[in-house]
């Protein structure tokens, strides 16, 4: 299994931006789906989207579309969230998963 570790998070203000980045120790070309998810305050940890090799599929959670956008490069092993629109309820740690779980990044709002 590859070590996954995210970075980008910080503090944002209303409507702001942020992209978050994982970075695989190893390669992602043979892990088929790679997602985000997150964990607000008190709350379990919840999808945010989907991805599959090669971008064919990419699906979101409703409370994101529109407004998040997930890409991958296989080419240098990266998982990508571009997070615009940022809302209060969009605070929380955000991890990456390929097979396994990264540590997760901070992002309040």
């Known amino acids: 299994q590859v070590q996954l570790v995210e970075s980008g998070g910080g503090l944002v203000q209303a409507g702001g931006s942020l992209r978050l980045s994982c970075a695989a120790s190893g390669s992602i070309s043979s892990i088929d789906t790679m997602a985000w998810y997150r964990q607000g305050p008190g709350k379990q940890r919840e999808l945010v989207a989907t991805?599959?090799?090669?971008?064919?599929?990419?699906d979101y959670a409703d409370f994101v579309k529109g407004r998040f956008t997930i890409s991958r490069d296989n080419a240098n092993n990266a998982l990508y969230l571009q997070m615009n629109g940022l809302k209060p309820e969009d605070t929380a740690v955000y991890y990456c998963?390929?097979?396994?779980w990264g540590r997760g990044t901070q992002v309040t709002e």
């Open positions: 998963y390929a097979d396994t």
């Open positions: 991805i599959t090799n090669g971008g064919g599929s990419i």
